[in-house]
Nanobody
Framework: QVQIVESGGGLVQPGGSLRLSCTTD????????MGWYRQTPGNQRELVAT????????YADFVKGRFTISRDNSRVNTVYLQLNSLTAEDTGTYYC????????????WGQGTQVIVSS
């Protein structure tokens, strides 16, 4: 079992920024594609961004260049999600997860970190 822990959420004003961190208890970034999901109030969980084992990134259309997913090469078990130009619609819980190509689904999930965008 892989443990995933998210951090970095909080209260931020519209237009502000946050950096979310996702830390795993072992080096799985060379094995799994990592993804950030979010669940906003009244909506289903949706994929925000992914980063593959090779470092290829993909983003949901609603990100519109505002968010950046990255890995810290000096910390082999950490993935980040930089959130910029936040709006109230970005309020929600953000989850980090690991995708298994074998079973073709996200198999390991963190507990989430809450982001609140409000003035």
């Amino acid at each position: 079992q892989v443990q995933i822990v998210e951090s970095g959420g909080g209260l931020v004003q519209p237009g502000g920024s946050l950096r979310l961190s996702c830390t795993t208890d072992r080096n799985i970034l060379r094995i799994y594609t990592m993804g950030w999901y979010r669940q906003t109030p009244g909506n289903q969980r949706e994929l925000v961004a992914t980063i593959s084992r090779g470092g290829t990134t993909n983003y949901a259309d609603f990100v519109k260049g505002r968010f950046t997913i990255s890995r810290d090469n000096s910390r082999v078990n950490t993935v980040y999600l930089q959130l910029n130009s936040l709006t109230a619609e970005d309020t929600g819980t953000y989850y980090c997860a690991a995708y298994s190509r074998g079973v073709r689904e996200y198999v390991y999930w963190g507990q989430g970190t809450q982001v609140i965008v409000s003035s």
